[in-house]
């Protein structure tokens, strides 16, 4: 269920408003962040699964003021979509190689000091 954020957050200048929206984005479940409002002072957050609550615990961390204003879910077109065939492919990470020493005993000593 994809839903639209809305959070006002103390803002000052055009330096202090790409703060928050590094801060929104980096949050789980983001596709689409902006700044709207008439004062430029509310952030717009658009995803699937993002928590609101822990957006606005985050925001209020790094900035000291946020406040969510508005939750809704996000209607989606009229259009319905056709379900397509999908082949994804997985790959396991890749491990590094496993490096063995081989020690060889040798059994006269190497060094002898007369």
């Known amino acids: 269920m994809k839903q639209k954020i809305l959070v006002k957050v103390q803002m000052h200048c055009d330096k202090c408003r790409t703060k928050p929206l590094k801060i929104a984005a980096s949050a789980y479940g983001v596709s689409k962040v902006s700044i709207e409002g008439a004062n430029r002072d509310h952030v717009e957050v658009i995803g699937d699964g993002v928590d609101s609550v822990c957006l ?6 790094k900035l000291g003021f946020a406040a969510i204003v508005k939750v809704e879910q996000v209607k989606g077109d009229k259009k319905e979509e056709k379900p397509t065939a999908c ?13 063995c020493e081989v020690v060889r005993e040798y059994p006269e000593p190497t060094c002898s000091i007369m």
């Open 87 to 99: 082949y994804v492919q997985y790959c396991a990470p890749q491990c590094p190689p496993m490096y």
């Open 56 to 61: 606005t615990e985050l925001l209020r961390k």
